[in-house]
Nanobody
Framework: QVQLVESGGGSVQAGGSLRLSCAAS????????VGWFRQAPGKEREGVAR????????YYADFVEGRFTISRDNAKNTVYLQMNSLKPEDTAMYYC?????????????????WGQGTQVTVSS
């Protein structure tokens, strides 16, 4: 079975940093992309960032505002999300996900593999 395991979440003060990790049980290169999503209580799940296997092209949501960086380590089958200058509104459960389809996109991932999430809490 394909497994994705997130780690690195925690509680930090505004302006702090966290580095989230998404460890896959398979080669991450098997996917067209891997994405990070988040969901806060009472809000819909939203995409945070995604990285594409082809060329390592990245995409970020507008709210990231240059504060986050998504990266990958193919040797470790791990995707990272470095988060700096965290704000209270960044508080959410963060998930990583990949599509089942060979060329499935990572903007939504309605049919894919999902981790169980890691909680990020930012206090002011």
């Amino acid at each position: 079975q394909v497994q994705l395991v997130e780690s690195g979440g925690g509680s930090v003060q505004a302006g702090g940093s966290l580095r989230l990790s998404c460890a896959a049980s398979t080669y991450i290169s098997r996917w067209n992309c891997v994405g990070w999503f988040r969901q806060a209580p009472g809000k819909e799940r939203e995409g945070v960032a995604r990285i594409y296997t082809d060329g390592g092209v990245t995409y970020y949501a507008d709210f990231v505002e240059g504060r986050f960086t998504i990266s990958r380590d193919n040797a470790k089958n791990t995707v990272y999300l470095q988060m700096n200058s965290l704000k209270p509104e960044d508080t959410a459960m963060y998930y990583c996900a990949a599509p089942r389809a060979t060329y499935g996109g990572c903007d939504r991932i309605t049919d894919g593999y999902w981790g169980q999430g890691t909680q990020v809490t930012v206090s002011s």
